[in-house]
């Protein structure tokens, strides 16, 4: 493993293949009675007669797993510190059991913090399972900048 | 307990006050071995030398917290249908162990669906702990129409 990367390392247009996340019955189920406990994210029988057409994800634990791969696979090789938010999440499609989800990160813009050593990595998440794309989600953590540390 | 709500039910500036979520750190610590494994989520050590000053809980799961009491509070008493993603998400404030939060929710524009028998119902989520706001988060839940079910 490359030692840990800093904001000076991230440039528009860089892409990072993520993977993988195997979701399960039971961890759409278990995150669902702790953090959406609506019918068609809890309940196999009254999920298939929603527009969702099944159990599916709440849409929250998709974005979750986009953030695990991430975080597993990237930030954790890198100075990061944080974040402010997301500027933009959709989930395209229903995330079921039984799928398996990567992770496509494409890095968007770059800008240093004014005043922090830090900087804004603004980057595209596509969360994909074995078919299609399931998600879409846009945010910027927060990485340490090398010419602060050095 | 008032009958389940349909989409007409909804008007933009009505406000619903739903609470409230205990944070500690059991919770903070599980989420982030689940979901965001970096040390300022994992580590009190470690946390307490980054920008954040501490332990404090993963943004999505300040999110999903937030959408837990939007669910058991509001969403659950309503015809609702799942949702199509969340329009922005600030983390303001970082959310400790101790946080008692609840959730202020603005209904901001309604939308009847052009072909199927629901609508959209754009809201605004403000999370809130006993001292300060802690997240910004605009969503769109879908929500059955009263008239399509008539």
């Not at 293949?17 to 068609?40: C, M, N, S, V």
């Not at 809890?42 to 527009?51: F, I, P, Q, V």
């Not at 995330?95 to 398996?100: E, F």
Request: charge should be negative.
């Amino acid at each position: 493993m490359d030692s840990p990367k800093y904001f000076e390392d991230f440039h528009p247009g860089q892409k990072f293949l993520l993977g993988e996340y195997e979701l399960t019955k039971e961890k759409i189920l278990a995150f669902a009675r702790a953090f959406d406990p609506q019918a068609h994210h809890l309940d196999e029988d009254a999920a298939s007669r929603t527009l969702l057409e099944g159990l599916s994800a709440s849409g929250w634990q998709v974005g979750a797993i986009a953030m695990r791969l991430c975080a597993e696979h990237l930030l954790n090789h890198t100075h990061a510190a944080g974040g402010t938010g997301v500027e933009e999440c959709r989930w395209l499609k229903p995330a079921r059991p039984g799928d398996i989800l990567r992770l496509e990160v494409e890095i968007l813009a770059v800008s240093p913090h004014p005043r922090r050593p830090v900087g804004f990595v603004k980057m595209a998440w596509d969360l994909f399972n074995q078919r299609e794309k399931v998600a879409h989600i846009v945010t910027t953590p927060i990485i340490a900048r090398r010419d602060a540390a050095a």
